[in-house]
């Protein structure tokens, strides 16, 4: 009898250690970290955009956000979101907006492009808000040339929808032959009100300015500088670029795919005559020296 209560309790000991021994064996593997569960560091998610292209509207801002994504570390986001200068979008919430940027791992920048943000009066505080170190990008041309591509683009579109739409000139005339400075295209091309009202909210060394015409005669030293104002490595070459002798532009190149902005891009501009292009110069001459000084940069605008 008490031989069979010893070998009885001998064998409950035995159970107790083998599985104490398990349990052990069960949290090593749990916080090992060759544990089969995922790394955070492989996760993606979508995030608020660490870098917005904010304009100007015909400044370039689609080839700069196509060029940007040659770099493996920057996601962006494939749409005009207008989340800050739409109230309908905005009110919408920080959660909608984050659900329109694209997947990113930890590591990665999601930069997103609405040129209208330029011009929209309650979008620097708005963006401010969400995030003040976020990090912009204004890429501008020579604003009259700028106008006459905004008016070229509106004029396509309403040709499209079959409607009728005055010529340039008569908007951006008075009837006594001055410029009307109420003319919505005119007031897009005054940079300096608009970077004025930025520069309410961010400093001067949080906003890269980029220059249209030189990302369009030569991508590839513009890319440079915005890579290093964006703190990314130094990643996409000459080579990322060729010249497209039928488009008139440069095209992009990654991983043996070439990539050529639509038929939108590089579209004939409406007619102007001479006359009436040198006004709008002179109108522009003052307000273009004023953002110069803005910027701490000339360009050689008409």
């Keep these: 009898m008490l031989w069979t209560l010893f070998l009885a ?23 090992s970290p060759t544990s089969q569960a995922p790394s955070a560091m492989n996760t993606t998610a979508q995030r608020l955009p660490g870098a917005i292209i904010i304009g100007a509207r015909k400044g370039g801002t689609r080839a700069l956000l196509e060029m940007l994504n040659l770099h493996p570390d920057v996601e962006v986001a494939k749409a005009e979101v207008h989340y800050f200068n739409l109230d309908e979008n905005y009110h919408r919430g920080q959660t909608w907006y984050r659900a329109q940027m694209p997947f990113t791992s930890l590591g990665q920048l ?10 929209a009066p309650l979008v620097p505080q708005r963006i401010w808000e969400m995030n003040p170190e976020v990090r912009l990008l204004l890429i501008v041309r020579d604003p009259a040339e700028r106008l006459v591509s905004d008016y070229t683009q509106v004029l396509h579109n309403r040709l499209q929808r079959h409607k009728s739409y005055q010529p340039l000139e008569e908007l951006l005339l008075l009837p006594n032959g001055h410029i009307d400075p109420s003319y919505k295209a005119l007031q897009r091309s005054l940079y300096h009100l608009h970077l004025q009202r930025w520069l309410s909210f961010f400093p001067r060394q949080q906003i890269h300015v980029v220059d249209g015409e030189a990302l369009i005669r030569d ?10 104002f964006l703190d990314l490595p130094s990643h996409i070459e000459a080579s990322n670029f060729y010249f497209n002798s039928t488009k008139g532009f440069y095209c992009l190149l990654s991983a043996g795919h070439d990539k050529c902005l639509d038929e939108s891009k590089g579209r004939p501009h409406a007619p102007l005559s001479r006359q009436a292009f040198h006004k709008l110069c002179h109108f522009l001459r003052e307000p273009n020296q004023r953002f110069f000084k803005l910027v701490g940069h000339t360009f050689p605008w008409c």
């Design 219 to 228: 991508p590839f030293p513009e890319l440079q500088k915005a890579e290093r």
């Design 110 to 119: 999601t930069v997103e492009k609405t040129p209208g943000y330029f011009t």
């Design 9 to 31: 309790l001998l064998l409950l000991l035995l159970l107790h250690t083998q599985l104490h021994v398990c349990l052990q064996e069960l949290r090593s593997s749990s916080t």
